[in-house]
């Protein structure tokens, strides 16, 4: 069966300072990979996607960026963090090239003070 | 701009109630329709997916889809305590990058012993 890993579970980081966030999938090959960021009282909004290795779109215009070292690792990356960076972020899959469903990791709760 | 429309809440039902939710959506060649549970804190569960006119039953959870009214909606029969969440629509086409999810903000579900 099929797992989605994220880590860390929670941060508190400074503003200005740096971000790693890291998604690994099992148990399945050549995911479309999602990032999603859900900011208080706001709904998931879309950051990047990817559809291969070192294939990377972006949605919204930010301080983020995202790489795909490997079929089944997604990595969420900034050099400075904002304030509005804070919220909570999940890494998602979904089988290439279907448009089927979606499954989301445990996500990420950052918090940037 | 495509939008999933969703009435925030809190919905509140007895136990043992018929639980409704809707959403609407704007983007008229939506072809995948999904409902998302998200418990406080938690990440979003799949629950249902729909993808053609009329009904899908599973369990307790049967998912409505008109596509002419463009409005896909959700019931939880016999409603428990434990189905106390909010509950997510989400919608994709092959028009969304990567088949990227659009989501509603949510319905917030109060089922009450």
């Known amino acids: 069966s099929q797992t989605i890993h994220q880590w860390p579970a929670t941060l508190v980081q400074p503003v200005g300072s740096p971000l790693s966030l890291e998604c690994t999938v099992e148990?399945?090959?050549?995911?479309?990979l999602y990032w999603y960021r859900q900011a208080a009282g706001r709904g998931l909004q879309l950051l990047f996607y990817s559809v291969g290795i070192g294939q990377i779109s972006s949605e919204v215009p930010q301080n983020l960026s995202a790489s795909r070292p490997q079929d089944r690792q997604f990595i969420l990356s900034s050099k400075k963090l904002l304030l509005s960076d804070s919220g909570f972020y999940l890494c998602?899959?979904?089988?290439?090239?279907?448009?089927?469903?979606?499954?989301f990791g445990p996500g990420t709760r950052l918090t940037v003070t | 701009q495509k939008e999933v429309e969703q009435n925030s809440g809190p919905l509140s039902v007895p136990e043992g109630a018929i639980a409704s939710l809707n959403c609407t959506y704007s983007d008229r060649v939506s072809q995948s329709f999904f409902w998302y549970r998200q418990y406080s804190g938690k990440s979003p569960e799949l629950i249902m997916s729909?993808?053609?006119?009329g009904d899908k039953e599973d369990g307790r959870f049967t998912a409505q889809l008109n596509k002419a009214s463009q409005y896909v909606s959700l019931l939880i029969r016999d409603s428990q305590p434990s189905d106390s969440a909010t509950y997510l629509c989400?919608?994709?086409?092959?028009?969304?990058?990567?088949?990227?999810?659009?989501f509603g903000k949510g319905t917030s579900l109060l089922v009450t012993p």
């Open positions: 729909i993808y053609s006119n």
């Open positions: 998602a899959w979904s089988v290439r090239l279907a448009g089927g469903e979606q499954y």
């Open positions: 989400a919608v994709t086409s092959d028009t969304n990058s990567g088949y990227a999810l659009n």
């Open positions: 148990g399945t090959s050549n995911p479309n």
